[in-house]
């Protein structure tokens, strides 16, 4: 993915499959000696970064507010160093500053979306139609916030209404997870503590948001060094956190995904289900067959399939629980589904 030090580098969107680290997997997969290993990922779109007045088209900004419409989550990625070799559109390194811009920006962009919707639902709503009329209840609340220059998912929307929103596919109603890029060698926001750090502070304790500190030029110089090697080099840079692993787990939390495994001699694989998916709704990401002919799932724990040291040892231990299709996935489950 292209960085420099311009705006607007990348038109296109660039997309990255990372794969999740997940040390349970590697000790299953050795359990097992699987010939395969098989992680989970997460897909990350790279999309420029959005100008004021993008929501009227600058910098392409209504080019860009249409390929995050298509994502899951916003991973905001605001600049918390200061370097004059690195230029900022703005002139200077307001991080605040720059969340409130993008915040508007959405919004802006929202409402033109909610005000045709309200136009269309108006007309309906007006010849009596039930649906339309509680159609009209939501975007009027929606229309309230955004017009105050607020996100949509500070809403407090009735489960009906968030179903109901999500058909908008509007900007500000997706997860936010913050992240706070800093620089080595230069001076950070976050290690200066002056008004901009507080400010900064302020506003995401406040607002119960999400988020992760990075430096994304270390994470870029170490994406082609080998897992071996990546600690010694994170000394070396002075970077002695995993500033990927952090940001999908935090994108893991925040979007409340799980993960459940299969292992055998053939693959190991690390499997992600939403937090709360019963047993059928699981098999399905593997299959299918696993949710429409569903007739039962055998279940343990991974370290408890470790401790017994085989599939085959569990069951004589009688360690295995067999759950009905009303059971709900629990993050670490190794499960394997039988179907009709």
């Known amino acids: 993915m292209p960085a420099e030090n311009y705006p607007f580098t990348t038109i296109d969107p660039s997309v990255g499959v990372v794969a999740v680290p997940d040390i349970r997997l590697q000790r299953l997969s050795e359990?097992?000696?699987?010939?395969?290993?098989?992680?989970?990922?997460?897909?990350?779109?790279?999309?420029?970064?959005?100008?004021?007045?993008?929501?009227?088209?600058?910098?392409?900004?209504?080019?860009?507010?249409?390929?995050?419409?298509?994502?899951?989550?916003?991973?905001?990625?605001?600049?918390?160093?200061?370097?004059?070799?690195?230029?900022?559109?703005?002139?200077?390194?307001?991080?605040?500053r720059d969340i409130e811009t993008i915040g508007l920006e959405l919004a802006l962009a929202d409402l033109e979306t909610v005000q045709k919707r309200f136009a269309r639902v108006e007309r309906d709503a007006k010849s009596g139609n039930k649906d339309?009329?509680?159609?009209?209840?939501?975007?009027?609340?929606?229309?309230?916030?955004?017009?105050?220059?607020?996100?949509?998912?500070?809403?407090?929307?009735?489960?009906?209404?968030?179903?109901?929103?999500?058909?908008?596919?509007?900007?500000?109603?997706?997860?936010?997870?913050?992240?706070?890029?800093?620089?080595?060698?230069?001076?950070?926001?976050?290690?200066?503590?002056?008004?901009?750090?507080?400010?900064?502070?302020?506003?995401?304790?406040?607002?119960?948001?999400?988020?992760?500190?990075?430096?994304?030029?270390?994470?870029?110089?170490?994406?082609?060094?080998?897992?071996?090697?990546?600690?010694?080099?994170r000394r070396e840079l002075c970077a002695a956190e995993d500033g990927?692993?952090?940001?999908?787990?935090?994108?893991?939390a925040l979007l409340d995904l799980i993960s459940f495994f299969t292992t055998g001699p053939d693959e190991s694989r690390a499997w992600t289900i939403r937090r709360g998916a019963k047993a059928p709704e699981a098999g399905a990401v593997i299959h299918s067959d696993f949710r429409d002919k569903f007739i039962r799932a055998e279940v343990i724990e991974w370290d408890k399939l470790l401790?017994?040291?085989?599939?085959?040892?569990?069951?004589?231990?009688?360690?295995?629980?067999?759950?009905?299709?009303d059971y709900i996935v629990k993050d670490s489950d190794v499960i394997e589904f039988l179907h009709g």
Not at 162 to 172: F, R, V, Y
């Open 244 to 252: 990927l692993n952090a940001l999908i787990k935090s994108g893991y």
């Open 132 to 233: 339309a009329l509680a159609e009209r209840v939501l975007l009027e609340k929606i229309l309230q916030a955004l017009k105050a220059g607020k996100a949509a998912r500070n809403v407090h929307l009735t489960t009906g209404e968030m179903a109901s929103a999500k058909g908008l596919h509007l900007l500000t109603l997706k997860p936010v997870l913050y992240v706070l890029n800093r620089k080595a060698g230069v001076v950070n926001v976050d290690a200066e503590k002056g008004e901009r750090e507080r400010a900064l502070k302020r506003f995401l304790e406040s607002s119960g948001a999400q988020w992760v500190v990075l430096d994304a030029g270390v994470e870029s110089e170490l994406s082609d060094v080998h897992d071996d090697e990546r600690a010694d080099f």
């Open 31 to 96: 359990m097992s000696r699987s010939a395969k290993m098989i992680p989970a990922v997460v897909e990350f779109v790279d999309i420029a970064g959005l100008v004021k007045g993008a929501s009227e088209g600058e910098g392409l900004g209504n080019q860009f507010l249409s390929h995050i419409r298509e994502v899951d989550a916003i991973a905001e990625v605001v600049r918390i160093f200061d370097d004059s070799d690195v230029m900022h559109v703005e002139g200077e390194v307001d991080p605040l």
């Open 307 to 325: 401790a017994a040291g085989s599939w085959g040892k569990a069951r004589e231990q009688g360690a295995l629980r067999t759950e009905g299709k």
